[in-house]
């Protein structure tokens, strides 16, 4: 009743072609980046900034970055930590190294750096697909970390292999504060996002699941199969490699290439699965619902055992937390295979009809 | 405007086509049928590249390949459609015939990152081409349901748009009327009719539907296992008796 899109007429391709072509969507996106901007920085605490809107920025972005690769260009890969490791190392040491080096601008050929080995270990897919794919970007996941720890150059010879992030500084303003640090990756994330939805909705992003869904017909369109899939592993190493720069110098400080490891490259595909293959706003949905999760379950937990009258001991709830964090993955996974997206979207066309039946 | 001279193909031991040759005219409709297994659609796959011939030559235009690719085909102009449906199913019908004129869009990866100023032209640009084709083919009301959600029938007819959609000079169509009822048939045949019309393309097409087979194709090639036993107009290959003999057998 309220969801409906009837008497918004397009009279042309251009407004037929926009962003949100419903006048309410519009309007939420709207809203939400208001509260985003506005009105969050106001009420919410130093633990909520850092703890759960740092980290789920973060880790949307890395998920948006493997979400193109495996959700749009249907190239299965489980080296995104990887990734985000020499998108880190590499921003930390073009800032290291070249005196007066912007913040962003070696946010960007971090990025950049990401993307050239994101190219090289896609190498690969040229030839082979799906699971072998996948544990050939294994490789990956296991190089990069080890040669980052062995080669102290690096972490400029750090002794214990930690790289501690330089203050990020821009024009003279000290992103030094929660707050600031979340409106600088709040703008750079939304930036990236934007970018994202016009790339899958161009002529490069239908390339990409062309060849996903059908790679003979793609050829025989006159897609380039070999370009096409190198640059959505750039594109995608791409975003991955800011990801990791923003992970290790605006959310953790300081980092070392052990803890970009499989269990992080594992954790951004759970996101893509639960938030939605082939899903920007899937990307966003489920880096919250897997970096919230943990802390809902942390709270919720003691509680609930408080309530049946059972006396845990310490080292049970955070066991409780891992067996219910997995079942609720495998429930997921089971109910809607295409993740919180597709939800919303049901939930959407729902809406039109709502309160009446049909 | 096409020729294949002499092609063979041959998958280890199993020859799949001897020492092929035909032509196909500009503006016309031909036809290549044979009973199943005689070759016809490795002779499609030879056309547009997706299989090499170990012999023969393909000359498009004047231009004269010893093996072709497939994107160099797309290129060169040729479009085709598939025995089983090949369309892009998770993506919408609209974007489905997008990405057929994905040749003709040349805008660089950053100007489609902002979408503004030529990206956001080209993109209008291309789909009112592409409107036209919905037009034609008559999938208006279809154009933003993904392809998996539609009937089989309306799925041929995107296949048709999407290979329409690269404005071709050479159309292959792979069985575009297999498993329809009369009706399906019919619009089909009009559509094909009318592309040639209308456009002016030139078409080749496989087909099983003798009675559709004889009435719109100009001239017609007889395959069985993979050599040409007949080529003519359909009256000449319906009188002739090697093609009746593959179709009907004979006594021994």
Not at chain 1, 330 to 341: D, M, W
Not at chain 2, 113 to 123: F, Q, S, V
Request: one cysteine or more; a neutral charge.
């Amino acid at each position: 009743m309220f969801y409906r899109e009837a008497g918004q007429f397009k009279t042309s391709y251009a407004a037929d072609q926009q962003l949100f072509p419903i006048r309410q969507d519009r309007i939420a996106m709207l809203a939400l980046l208001v509260l985003a901007v506005a009105v969050v920085p106001l009420i919410a605490s130093n633990y909520v900034l850092t703890a759960i809107l740092l980290p789920f920025l973060v880790f949307a972005l890395a998920a948006l970055g493997l979400n193109i690769l495996t959700g749009y260009a249907g190239q299965l890969s489980l080296g995104t930590a990887a990734f985000m490791a020499v998108g880190a190392v590499a921003a930390y040491n073009f800032q290291l190294r070249i005196p007066g080096m912007p913040v962003l601008g070696s946010f960007v050929l971090g990025g950049l750096t990401a993307a050239l080995v994101g190219i090289g270990f896609g190498l690969p897919s040229l030839r082979i697909k799906g699971f072998y794919l996948a544990v050939a970007t294994l490789a990956a996941q296991f190089f990069i970390p080890w040669l980052l720890v062995k080669v102290s150059w690096f972490s400029n010879n750090s002794s214990s292999g930690v790289i501690s992030a330089q203050p990020v500084v821009i024009l003279g303003f000290a992103f030094d504060s929660p707050v600031r640090k979340y409106l600088l990756v709040l703008a750079i994330v939304a930036l990236m996002a934007l970018a994202a939805k016009n790339l899958v909705r161009s002529s490069i992003g239908r390339a990409w699941m062309a060849v996903r869904d059908m790679d003979v017909a793609a050829e025989v369109i006159g897609i380039r199969i070999m370009r096409t899939k190198l640059i959505a592993f750039a594109v995608s190493s791409f975003y991955c490699g800011v990801a990791g720069a923003l992970y290790a110098s605006v959310y953790l400080g300081s980092v070392e290439a052990d803890g970009f490891n499989l269990d992080l490259s594992f954790r951004i595909l759970f996101m893509v699965i639960i938030g939605g293959v082939g899903s920007i706003l899937g990307s966003f949905l489920g880096a919250a619902f897997i970096t919230l999760m943990p802390i809902a379950l942390d709270r919720l937990l003691p509680w609930a055992a408080e309530l049946l009258n059972l006396n845990l001991p310490a080292g049970v709830t955070s066991m409780v937390q891992l067996v219910v964090f997995g079942a609720l993955i495998i429930l997921f996974l089971i109910v809607e295979p295409h993740g919180l997206a597709r939800l919303w979207q049901i939930g959407k066309e729902k809406l039109r009809l709502w309160p009446f039946p049909y | 405007m096409l020729s294949v001279d002499n092609i063979s193909l041959a998958f280890g031991g199993v020859k799949a086509l001897t020492d092929i040759s035909f032509d196909v005219r500009e503006h016309e409709i031909r036809a290549i049928i044979g009973p199943n297994g005689a070759g016809k659609s490795s002779m499609l796959n030879c056309i547009n590249g997706v299989y090499s011939p170990q012999r023969g030559t393909i000359r498009i235009g004047t231009e004269t390949f010893r093996q072709m690719d497939p994107n160099k085909a797309a290129r060169m102009g040729i479009a085709r459609t598939f025995q089983n449906i090949a369309l892009f199913k998770g993506m919408s019908v609209l974007d489905n015939l997008m990405t057929g004129r994905n040749l003709k869009m040349n805008c660089g990866l950053l100007a489609q990152a902002l979408y503004l100023g030529p990206n956001r032209r080209e993109e209008i640009e291309h789909r009112e081409k592409v409107e036209h084709i919905i037009d034609f083919l008559q999938i208006e009301s279809v154009r933003k349901t993904p392809v998996a959600r539609l009937p089989y029938g309306i799925q041929k007819r995107v296949e048709l748009g999407r290979a329409l959609a690269a404005e071709p000079r050479l159309l292959l169509l792979d069985e575009p009327m297999a498993g329809m009822n009369i009706e399906e048939k019919q619009d089909m045949c009009r559509f094909i009719l009318d592309v040639n019309d209308e456009f002016g393309t030139t078409i080749v097409l496989i087909e099983h539907d003798m009675g559709v087979v004889m009435d719109i194709s100009d001239r017609v090639v007889v395959l069985d296992y993979g050599k040409k036993i007949g080529d003519g107009t359909p009256d000449d290959v319906r009188n002739n008796q090697a093609v009746i003999d593959a179709y009907l057998g004979v006594a021994h």
